[in-house]
């Protein structure tokens, strides 16, 4: 990998980005790396911890590319299938130095970067990442910048007007266009794939409520696209000419209303046609917390969904065809997309979700492994069994916990405990699994995130439940002698007076469900032994 670049002096930036006005102001920039040189172009992907970024990978290195990841976490990226085929640059998008470090040697950057769901200042986050990696990305000479955004309303109004994540997508494709590096700015609206959270919110609505009170915003046209053209255009967009300096409408043969789609959908998944009511005054706040209520997307990432959806968004032009054609079969239809999404569920082949961008806290935190706990009391239960199983039964059942499988005691408290999280706006317990039966490094699994795994000995979760504290749970399995020791350890770092309340009010509780679950586990993994069912 490419050692660090050092700052470099700033340059006045051009009101006009194309060759001919660079040339006018005198840049004296290094040349920018040229797209017919021996060697495959190298496509740098930040936000590769994604849901697209996670898919544009693998599709950029089957169109023969060299791909560089930008990660701030890059453990998260080892267990993809595709980790030994890329170079991995660890750089936080608002660090100058580190970002202009991944830039280098670069011919293109995908910048799939957003902060949607991280709080109301998200549209300033936005803002401040897109400059630091416009003026990197001026710095380092790249020949251009592939930035995913979000498609404006159709009706004439303002981006002014429009919601809060759409003007945060809009101004971020300005501040990138406004550099001097030539960008393409894709502007999607509703994309339909497996794992994505506009699917599973579209999925969760219809299949759960037959009879639905909507909102106005039911009833807006919506172009949407599935997320195989969207990664085509990503892909084909490396070949872009070089004066090609502006934003494309993508979107897919179909637009329908958000009532419509969900017609469709029942219809495609074998449901019974679903009763719409409208109901005028749900605002978006009303309807965000409905959301986060039936679906597994929380609310503070369906809150600006549905705002962004009370606008009727669909495509002006389709420009984007002049460069990368349609296929010959045209661009897949919605219920084609519809069908794709659900295959892949069903077969449990789920590359990545939504939630997989999410993070395990802070890179200031401290973590359970610290070998002197700097960080304050640390609370733990640990229990200990011997199991009449191999190791590698235990593992079996170690890794399947969760989602599906559940969590081996109590359902009742793990179900109470997860609709109290989504009541104050946490993820609670639907987000589940990307895959029934394999994790690796990132995955979501219900309100937990798979902070390590080590395959046949070690699963380490940490909690993304509104807590007033960290925490963390740890299962382990070793080969003792002739036995199997499960060790099961619950650990938690209180925030505050509360924090060690909160600890000491849930300790009475722990033998049900934590010794409940290690004593049924180790039974799963006993009938594992023996062939029967795991549960």
């Not at 023969?64 to 453990?75: E, I, K, N």
């Amino acid at each position: 990998m490419p050692g660090a670049l050092g700052p470099r002096p700033r340059r006045p930036r051009p009101s006009s980005v194309g060759p001919k006005a660079r040339r006018a102001h005198g840049d004296t920039r290094r040349a920018a790396p040229t797209l017919d040189r021996v060697d495959s172009p190298l496509c740098l992907v930040t936000g590769s911890t994604g849901y697209l970024g996670g898919r544009l990978v693998p599709e950029l290195l089957a169109a023969g590319y060299r791909v560089r990841c930008m990660a701030r976490t890059p453990d998260k990226l080892r267990d993809h299938p595709w980790a030994d085929r890329v170079e991995i640059a660890r750089a936080d998008a608002l660090d100058p130095d580190a970002v202009r470090a991944a830039l280098d040697g670069v011919t293109v950057a995908y910048y799939l970067i957003h902060a949607l769901g991280t709080g109301a200042d998200f549209g300033d986050t936005d803002r401040r990442t897109a400059q630091t990696f416009a003026a990197a990305a001026e710095d380092a000479g790249i020949a251009r910048i592939v930035y995913l955004g979000g498609l404006g309303p159709a009706d004439g109004s303002t981006a002014r007007d429009s919601s809060p994540h759409l003007r945060s997508r809009a101004e971020v494709g300005e501040i990138l266009l406004s550099s001097a590096v030539p960008t393409a700015v894709l502007r999607a609206a509703v994309i339909i794939g497996s794992g994505s959270a506009s699917f599973e919110m579209l999925r969760y609505l219809t299949e759960r409520l037959p009879v639905m009170v909507t909102p106005r915003w039911v009833t807006s046209r919506i172009q949407p696209i599935a997320v195989r053209d969207v990664l085509r255009y990503l892909v084909g967009c490396v070949e872009l000419p070089a004066d090609v300096d502006r934003a494309f409408d993508i979107g897919g043969p179909d637009v329908l209303t958000y009532e419509s789609m969900m017609q469709r959908y029942a219809a495609v998944s074998g449901l019974r046609r679903r009763r719409v009511l409208p109901v005028p005054m749900l605002s978006p706040w009303l309807s965000s917390h409905w959301v986060g209520l039936i679906t597994p997307v929380p609310g503070n990432l369906a809150r600006p969904l549905v705002e962004s959806l009370r606008s009727e968004v669909v495509c002006h032009e389709h420009d984007i065809a002049r460069y990368v054609p349609d296929p010959p079969g045209g661009l897949t239809g919605f219920d084609r997309a519809l069908e794709l999404a659900l295959t892949r569920i069903r077969d449990a082949d789920v590359a990545t979700r939504w939630s997989s961008a999410g993070t395990a806290g802070a890179p200031s935190d401290p973590l359970p492994t610290d070998p002197d706990w700097s960080g304050g009391s640390l609370y733990e239960d640990v229990r200990e069994a011997r199991v009449r199983a191999t190791p590698e039964a235990m593992w079996s059942v170690i890794e399947g916990v969760g989602g599906d499988n559940g969590w081996y005691s109590w359902p009742l408290a793990w179900s109470i405990r997860g609709r109290l999280d989504r009541l104050v706006g946490g993820v609670g317990l639907r987000r589940g699994r990307r895959d029934p039966h394999r994790l690796r490094v990132g995955d979501s699994l219900d309100f937990w995130r798979v902070e390590e795994i080590v395959p046949g000995e070690l699963l380490r979760l940490r909690a993304e439940m509104r807590l007033p504290g960290l925490a963390w749970l740890e299962l382990t399995v070793r080969r003792d002698g002739d036995t199997t020791r499960f060790r099961q350890r619950a650990l938690f770092h209180p925030r505050g007076l509360f924090g060690h309340a909160y600890w000491w009010s849930v300790l009475p509780f722990h033998g049900v469900v934590f010794g409940g679950m290690q004593r049924n586990m180790t039974k799963a993994a006993e009938h594992v032994e023996r062939g029967d069912p795991a549960r």
